[in-house]
T-cell receptor, first 111, second 115 residues
Framework: AQRVTQPEKLLSVFKGAPVELKCNYSYSGSPELFWYVQYSRQRLQLLLRHISRESIKGFTADLNKGETSFHLKKPFAQEEDSAMYYCALKARDNYGQNFVFGPGTRLSVLP | NAGVMQNPRHLVRRRGQEARLRCSPMKGHSHVYWYRQLPEEGLKFMVYLQKENIIDESGMPKERFSAEFPKEGPSILRIQQVVRGDSAAYFC?????????????FGPGTRLTVL
């Protein structure tokens, strides 16, 4: 079964501290993973995807197939990083592709 | 480019009524996805459409829910005989399809409240 878990519903850190938002997945195929972010009163938007191996707004995420994880990290959190973060898995089945989202983690960066 | 548009932003219906949610994809996008977000939960995939075709409806409830994406006009998510459990935020996303299959642009969502 395809599943994405984000164990923390809420994560609070102080400005300048490192932050790690955890994401684990279960999928029998070759996974494609994404992080989406939703800032307050804004729409959901793509933050980064593992195939690009990019760093966006200082965030990085490495796919660890052995641990089936795709944790999102940033060395120094900023107040403007406060938002809801969703980890997503692109899954394929007999019908095509769809996205499986985790429940989300609310990141609160304190001054 | 105005981005993905959804209307209405808020919709209130009484039990038994019909709800119609509209999604206008970004210009040039031919693929539309619908997601539902129940309170305190993450996004759940419902259906994936191309123009005039349903590609994947594995996330759609078997009854009362239907979706279409006609050749002209917005994509419509239709919920017949709504019940309280249908209260949720419904998000639409569009993508260019084969040109950039991994990228989805999300609309602001429609918040449905069933009284």
């Amino acid at each position: 079964a395809q599943r994405v878990t984000q164990p923390e519903k809420l994560l609070s850190v102080f400005k300048g501290a490192p932050v790690e938002l955890k994401c684990n997945y279960s999928y029998s195929g070759s996974p494609e993973l994404f992080w989406y972010v939703q800032y307050s009163r804004q729409r959901l938007q793509l933050l980064l995807r593992h195939i690009s191996r990019e760093s966006i707004k200082g965030f990085t995420a490495d796919l660890n197939k052995g641990e089936t994880s795709f944790h999102l990290k940033k060395p120094f959190a900023q107040e403007e990083d406060s938002a809801m973060y969703y980890c997503a898995l692109k899954a394929r089945d007999n019908y095509g592709q769809n996205f499986v989202f985790g429940p989300g983690t609310r990141l609160s960066v304190l001054p | 480019n105005a981005g993905v548009m959804q209307n209405p932003r808020h919709l209130v219906r009484r039990r038994g009524q019909e709800a119609r949610l509209r999604c206008s994809p970004m210009k040039g996008h031919s693929h539309v996805y619908w997601y539902r977000q129940l309170p305190e939960e993450g996004l759940k995939f419902m259906v994936y459409l191309q123009k005039e075709n349903i590609i994947d409806e594995s996330g759609m409830p078997k009854e009362r829910f239907s979706a279409e994406f006609p050749k002209e006009g917005p994509s419509i998510l239709r919920i017949q005989q709504v019940v309280r459990g249908d209260s949720a935020a419904y998000f639409c996303a569009s993508s260019p399809g084969l040109a950039a299959p991994d990228t989805q642009y999300f609309g602001p969502g429609t918040r449905l409240t069933v009284l």
